[in-house]
C-alpha cells in the first residue's frame, strides 16, 4: 500500500489537493483539474519516484490511479 500512498501524494501535489481526497478509484474524471498538462507532471513525478520507463501508448494509464498502480506493479 505504499505505493498507493505515494502516487495519492504524488497525485495531490500535482492538483493541489488534500491527498486524503484521492482515491484508487479517482481518475481524470472525478478530480478537478485533472486535465492533460496535469496527466503529464502526474507521469513525469510517477517516472521519477518509481524509476520506471513506458512507451508514449500508455500515456493514457496515467488519466486514472488503477491505471497509474497497474504501470507501477508492471515494473
Known amino acids: 500500500m505504499a505505493d498507493f500512498e505515494k502516487v495519492s ?3 495531490g501535489d500535482v492538483l493541489e489537493i488534500d ?3 484521492v482515491s484508487i478509484e ?8 485533472w486535465d492533460s ?13 518509481f524509476k520506471i520507463e513506458f512507451d508514449i501508448d500508455q500515456l493514457e494509464k496515467y488519466n486514472s490511479v488503477k491505471g497509474i ?7
Open 26 to 33: 479517482d481518475s481524470n474524471q472525478t478530480l478537478p483539474g
Open 9 to 11: 501524494e504524488i497525485i
Open 37 to 49: 498538462l496535469a496527466a503529464v507532471n502526474i507521469a513525469t513525478a510517477v517516472i521519477s519516484e
Open 19 to 21: 491527498l486524503i481526497n
Open 69 to 75: 498502480m497497474s504501470l507501477i506493479k508492471q515494473k
